[in-house]
């Protein structure tokens, strides 16, 4: 565990779910910056101030090492004023959510302020700086991350939280690009894993290996079982259920992916370079946890960090689980992911069968319409967070915005 003296006084952290009760307890065994948690849902609120008021103690718990906390010297806060007063402020939320937290907070941020998203997810550079430009946020740098570096789950609301396992890296970015050096010194400092710099929010954007293995996954492996009912300890394992077919799916969606950013390349000079295959990722991101490494349809199966994540369910009739269509790895991956980089291949003029493919079935079983043939025409593009509809309606404009 680190200790750490940071030079931030203020750090307000947005957000009332798993990844939220992570951090703060996280940070508040570790280091010395006040702390203040912007819960702007009001139950929420309600519910952690009757806790702190109770005086009860906060149970943290990573990998079976037990820490207990005290909320003493939490902020609670559902004031957006509040909030907005420090000197770096993380949201952990689903991406559906950033953009009602950076409305609320964008009025009364103060220059010099750092906003991070933890993690991003696609086109938050797009999201955020819209917003922030119409309230004239001025000197206010926007950071992303790939990830969330922790599995975690909420325990009891407001009392405890499971840190079931770590990541050794992780990526941010930031806006404008020449501030990332200062996030990795600040974030190397709060938190344990190793900080990589991204060239710039466009490389977490396609880099986002999210995009293609999750939607990918839920198709490639799971269209033809939606029908199907399991009882639980039945429940199929995700990861794990990636065979050679469903591979061959999530290698062609990563190939588009990479001929979207060859594409950018050629025309610009934007570095990309994080933008890589998902076999590469899964080698560079897992090479300790993989037995075989002999295809990616193998690495799938036997990377032991997968172990025991189980298809997306909810429950059914007869107390029978079956495969939630409208979870995370949908609802999230594809309006504020895999549809954000098509629409950045529409701009760059490249063709993207297999992930229009994922995207059209994935989003019909979501009840949701955002391709149409294949194009974009979809009518429920409006809430995603493609980059036209920040008025970001070429390469030229998405380039100099992220350069
Ligand atoms: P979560 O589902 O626990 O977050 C829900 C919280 O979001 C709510 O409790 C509330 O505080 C907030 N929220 C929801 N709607 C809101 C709204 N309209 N306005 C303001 N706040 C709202 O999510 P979790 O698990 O904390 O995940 C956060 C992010 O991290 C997501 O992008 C997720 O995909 C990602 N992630 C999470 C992992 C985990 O183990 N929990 C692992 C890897 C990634």
Redesign the pocket.
Known sequence: MKTVETNLRRITL?????????IWALLARSCDAHLTLF???EN?FREFTAVKKSGAPFRLSIKGEKTILSMDKLSLASDPEEAAAADLIII??????HG??LEALAPHLQPGTIVAA??A?GGFEFQASAILDRYHCQDVTIAGFQ??P?????GEYARSVEV?GQKDKLRVATLPPGHVGAAVRIFDELLEPEIIPSSNMLELTLGNQ?QLIHPGIMYGAFADKLNESYQEGEIPPFYQSVNERTAALLEAMSQEILEISKAIQSNFSVPLEGVVSISQWMLESYAKDIEDKSSLARMFQTNRSYRGLTVPVKLGDHNLYRIDVRA?YLA?DVPYGLLVSRSIAELAGVNTPRINEVIEQTSRWMGAQYLVDGRLRGKDLAGTRIPQNFGLNSLEEIVELIA
């Open positions: 947005c957000g009332g779910g798993n990844g939220a009760h992570a819960l702007p849902l929420e952990v939320l689903p991406a559906f959510a009602p937290v933890l993690p997810r990830t969330l922790w599995a975690c789950r909420i079931y999210g995370r999230e």
